[in-house]
């Protein structure tokens, strides 16, 4: 694909070599004359008088000072998502049912979809039209999973909520009897794991993106279009708002609410019934705004300094006794 092809793909400016052959998407560092990298960031802009790469996706202000061929864009990151898509296309398994798998009764499988190998689905299961479910995944029953929804290999959908109840000194199972929605354009990452509601319905929205090894407890009510990265685990009735950004490994406790746009960084943890305010970072545990955890880890540095002064005035008082 031609340079300045790219950039009308793009909808943006060229500079140097339009007629430059471009047939693959590399990093900066190992680059060569045929393929396309991105500049992101004043790291990258540094790196990129270095590389090898035939062009170069750069932000609006980046300095061409060598003459490089490059292709300018207001989101570089989004830019070469596309040239990926387009240089790269994804190999899309084929329509239908494995032989392997299992298919419980009352089922319905949409048009297009795409059922793997081993995978195991339960009664009264609706899979929408091209979606795509990987070889080993396991769906309960009376699960709903969207259009074009992916599901990746080893996820679990449906299984029983962790609900206990401690009768006479022992714990009896409370039965999880609800059900899990999960919309259009979803994707599940590998080993993830979505229970089932213990009553009502587990849900998932619209364009929610869940990382590898995801946990979503009983009862949690996902918005649209949120992301999650792995390892992260939600407690049940946990409720996450539209184009809210979860961090990996965070921990949210029973019944908290992320609003709307709040971003928690990887490593907090929101107690139980905790509300996250929308449209603010968080980070730490407990979760906090970003502004007040850097300025308490900032305290925290000082500790050793302050007890050195606390133990020299310590000093100094005695002697002073002692005169």
Request: hydrophobic residues 40%; charged residues 20%; contains cysteine.
């Amino acid at each position: 694909m031609l340079v300045r092809e790219i950039a009308a793909l793009l909808n943006a400016q060229w500079e140097g070599q339009g007629d430059r052959d471009i047939r693959k998407v590399a990093d900066l560092d190992s680059a060569q004359a045929d393929e396309i990298a991105f500049v992101a960031g004043r790291k990258a802009a540094a790196a990129a008088r270095r590389s090898s790469a035939g062009c170069l996706i750069v932000p609006l202000d980046f300095e061409n000072a060598g003459r490089r061929t490059i292709i300018r864009s207001s989101q570089p990151r989004a830019s070469i998502a596309a040239v990926i898509h387009r240089l790269h296309p994804k190999k899309r398994p084929p329509a239908g049912v494995h032989p392997t798998a299992v298919i419980g009764s009352d089922t319905v499988i949409g048009e297009g979809a795409s059922i793997g190998a081993n995978t195991v689905i339960g009664d009264n299961v609706r899979i929408g039209e091209h979606a795509v479910i990987h070889p080993n995944v396991t769906i309960y029953d009376d699960v709903s999973i969207g259009s074009r929804t992916v599901v990746h290999a080893g996820a679990v959908i449906g299984a029983d909520g962790f609900g206990f109840i401690l009768r006479e000194g022992a714990y009896e199972n409370f039965p999880q009897v609800g059900r899990v929605e999960i919309g259009d354009d979803v994707e599940i990452g590998a080993n993830c794991c979505v229970d089932r509601a213990a009553l009502g319905v587990t849900r998932i929205g619209d364009g929610t993106k869940l990382d590898n090894m995801v946990h979503v407890g009983h009862n949690c009510s996902i918005g649209r279009h949120v992301v999650i990265a792995a390892q992260t685990g939600l407690a049940g009735g946990v409720v996450i708002e539209d184009y809210a950004v979860i961090g990996g490994q965070v921990g949210i406790g029973d019944k908290a609410r992320i609003q709307s746009r709040a971003i928690l960084g990887s490593g907090a943890g929101v107690l139980t019934s905790k509300i996250i305010r929308g449209g603010q970072v968080f980070w730490g545990t407990p979760a906090r705004p970003l502004k007040e955890h850097l300025e308490q880890l900032a305290a925290l540095s000082r500790l050793p300094e302050i007890r050195q002064e606390w133990l020299a005035l310590k000093q100094k008082l005695r002697s002073a006794r002692e005169l």
